[in-house]
């Protein structure tokens, strides 16, 4: 691969990025397939080791952009209504509503509630099957700290889930290893009927995300 920006060009990381990307047959399938990234296949094979996506349902993604696990589902599962929502813009996809917007903010929660008639009263039912959340902070190099701030989204997206999700539904989240997830992960099998804490083939190996697939939701 050529790289025409002088300036990336003398980057070595940049450098390193691109020459990643151009042997990674993950970013190739991507391209031949018509996903908008490589982190599709993340979803794609959870959803065939654990079947938790179906037709007809209300689908959450959170961290969506640039799009590719909402491209999934609306591809797979046409019946499916997805509400995304990113700091970053997506181009549309058709059949999900995007809101541009840092899902820790009482603006973005406020949207969510009104869009998916979320319940003020716990004795309520709530509405949602499945919340996916493939958030990541920006890391800056020290695991801790990188860590640390991984747990907070985790938590905020857990805390949300517990909100919205139907009695039965499924929560998918993005982790980071790390000594302190093993407390969140105890707290998320008291609320599931079943919990897998694991890597996907797509993440990259050198990566420290883990996903959590929470199926059974009870309360």
């Given at each position: 691969m050529k790289i025409l920006n002088k300036k990336i060009a003398a980057h070595k990381s940049?450098?390193?990025?691109?020459?990643r990307q151009a042997a990674d047959p993950y970013v190739a399938r991507a391209h031949r397939d018509g996903y908008r990234a490589r982190a599709a296949y993340k979803l794609i094979e959870m959803d065939e080791r654990f079947h938790f996506l179906k037709n007809g349902q209300v689908v959450v993604d959170l961290g969506a952009a640039p799009g590719s696990w909402s491209q999934y589902v609306m591809r797979t599962y046409p019946r499916s209504r997805v509400f995304a929502m990113d700091l970053l813009e997506i181009t549309p996809i058709n059949g999900v509503e995007f809101y541009q917007g840092d899902f820790t903010t009482d603006a973005a929660l406020e949207w969510l509630v009104q869009k998916l008639n979320l319940p003020t009263d716990a004795a309520?039912?709530?509405?949602?099957?499945?919340?996916l959340s493939d958030m990541a902070p920006n890391t800056v190099g020290h695991k801790k700290t990188d860590h640390l701030r991984q747990m907070v989204l985790l938590e905020y997206a857990f805390d949300f889930a517990q909100r919205a999700l139907k009695h039965g539904g499924v929560f998918v989240a993005k982790s980071f290893t790390g000594g302190t997830t093993g407390e969140l992960i105890k707290q998320i099998k008291s609320k599931f009927d079943t919990v897998h804490h694991i890597k996907p083939p797509a993440s990259r190996k050198d990566s420290v995300e883990m996903f959590i697939v929470a199926i059974g939701y009870h309360g």
């Open positions: 940049s450098v390193a990025w691109l020459q309520q039912n709530s509405t949602v099957d499945v919340v």
